[in-house]
């Protein structure tokens, strides 16, 4: 017990540098607990620091060590039936696969990814497979699938309460309507989205979509709006002494 105790608390450090950014010390952080769990025959803290490890890579760009160190991962977690690990190893290869646009392998392990997670009922990651799927459905034109699965994945978002899922996806449902040439809907979604990231503080998530509003508004000749979302970011930027932006708007 005390050496799985070693392991998680390796976690939790490897963690905290991760969160930092200090990626090769986080790297060497689980690369050590992988051993010691290794060393103990401990196949639960094997898969889940080498699913560690392969996020690390992902961080520094090299998607093939990555992919290597997930795939090893899910073999260890189908092995023991860790299906928690199973679902988490199944998305990172996933997006993988998406980044790659190999689009059928992507969808294939999402959808396993999605099977695991309703099973548990995990409403949170559900939530984030639907809108994996979703993304790869917008990559490959699906514009009606990508609705599809982002309005199922709103749905949950709202009903958890995950502020940050709910902003997301607004906006992309936001763009979604956009690229129709549906500004009503487009602004509506974005002004939803915006009251999200206003309760959270994300600025600069906050004042691109006020930008996008103000244009939206402009592009069809709601001037009297389109000057309000204008003056609403502006008035930010002055707080924050954005000069660059402050220049662009006064032209």
Not at 49 to 67: C, E, T, V
Not at 87 to 101: D, E, M, P, T, W
């Amino acid at each position: 017990e005390l050496d799985e105790n070693l392991i998680a608390a390796q976690h939790l450090l490897g963690s905290t540098y991760h969160g930092i950014g200090d990626l090769d010390k986080a790297l060497e952080i689980y690369s050590s607990a992988f051993k010691k769990a290794e060393e103990l025959g401990d196949k639960m803290w094997m898969g889940r620091s080498i699913r560690k490890i392969g996020n690390i890579f992902y961080g520094k760009r090299d998607k093939d060590k990555a992919l290597d160190n997930w795939e090893k991962s899910l073999a260890i977690a189908e092995e023991i039936g860790d299906k928690l690990g199973m679902s988490g190893s199944l998305n990172n290869i996933g997006l993988v696969y998406s980044g790659q646009k190999d689009y059928d392998k992507s969808l294939e392990y999402y959808s396993r990814s999605l099977s695991i997670n309703e099973e548990l009922d995990d409403r949170s990651f559900i939530a984030m497979n639907l809108s994996n799927i979703g993304n790869v459905f917008k990559q490959k034109g699906d514009t009606e699938k990508t609705f599809d699965y982002f309005k199922r994945s709103l749905a949950i978002y709202e009903e958890i309460g995950d502020k940050t899922g709910t902003s997301n996806t607004l906006r992309k449902l936001a763009g979604i309507y956009k690229d129709k040439g549906n500004y009503d809907r487009a602004i509506d979604y974005s002004i939803r989205s915006l009251q999200n990231f206003g309760d959270l503080g994300y600025e600069a998530s906050e004042l691109s979509t006020m930008e996008w509003i103000g244009w939206a508004y402009f592009t069809m000749g709601i001037f009297d709006q389109s000057i309000d979302y204008y003056e609403k970011r502006l008035s930010v930027d002055k707080e924050s002494s954005n000069k660059e932006w402050i220049a662009f708007v006064y032209g």
